[in-house]
């Protein structure tokens, strides 16, 4: 409510919630005439409630913020003036993390360096868990088109489930097929989003589960690319990741079996496994 760019459309959607959060939007929503509410009579989980408020969105450009983060006032408008450049999938932001904002460290400066970079680069680290790259969207701002045509609410898979109601997986979906489909995304290296950590937050809740939803994520998206090198940067990563966690050697095919639906292409397991210890030793 406080951006400086004060266009805003601002769609609410309590999911069900059980304390005083809807009086709350229904006060705050009588003195703004730009917050539209939704109500839901039963839990859908994030990924559906998600979806419900990016089909009720209107305008040009729309993100996701989620319940416990924060947006600095000027990220609209400094994320907005560069998707008018028309290779530019999205804009995303350094973020603050961390109890409070005073106190959160930065990640996802990405070198420090802000401006237009080409997809291809962004791919190639996103395609590997080592947290130099946001899962989360609640700091990039898309088009609406696309966040429509590429917010998916589960994922095939083998072994890992409840895509739509942790939404581990689906959040990083939204980037990597956004960016697949444009020359270039934008970056700034400036913090303009704070992701709170607290004890209640997913990410606390379900920490292993979701290492393997975003694993997934990251297979399928690399599995439905026609270049095999998604695929290969994607599972040798994560292979690489597992072997080094564990300390001892984890057999590829059966690491295939859990994440490889028979229907999917299957990595070279040379080539995966070199990615992946590449990124590694990187």
Known sequence: MDQTWSDLDIVISDNCSTDQTWAICESVARWDGRIRLLRNDANLGPVRNWKQCVDAARGEFAMLLFSD???????????????E???IAFVFTAVKHGAEP???????AW???????????????????????????GATLFRLADLRKHLVTDIPSPSVCGFAEHGAGPDLLLSLRTAAEYPAVAHIA???????????????????????????ARIWFGAMQADPQWLNRAFGGYWAQQMKATRGWVNPKNLAAEFLSPEMPHPEYARALLHGLRRVFD
């Not at 924060?70 to 990220?75: T, Y």
């Not at 989003?193 to 920490?207: L, N, V």
């Open 69 to 83: 983060d924060w947006l600095n006032p000027s990220f609209v408008e400094r994320t907005a003036a560069l998707l």
């Open 111 to 137: 070198g420090g360096r802000s401006g237009k970079v080409s997809s291809r680069r962004y791919l190639r680290d996103a395609m590997v868990h080592n947290g130099v790259l946001p899962c989360s969207p």
């Open 85 to 87: 450049d028309p290779e």
């Open 190 to 216: 400036e913090p303009l989003a704070y992701f709170r950590d607290h004890a209640d937050s997913i990410s606390h809740m379900h920490g292993k589960q979701l290492e393997k939803a975003y694993a997934q």
């Open 102 to 108: 005073e106190r959160g460290r930065v990640l996802y």
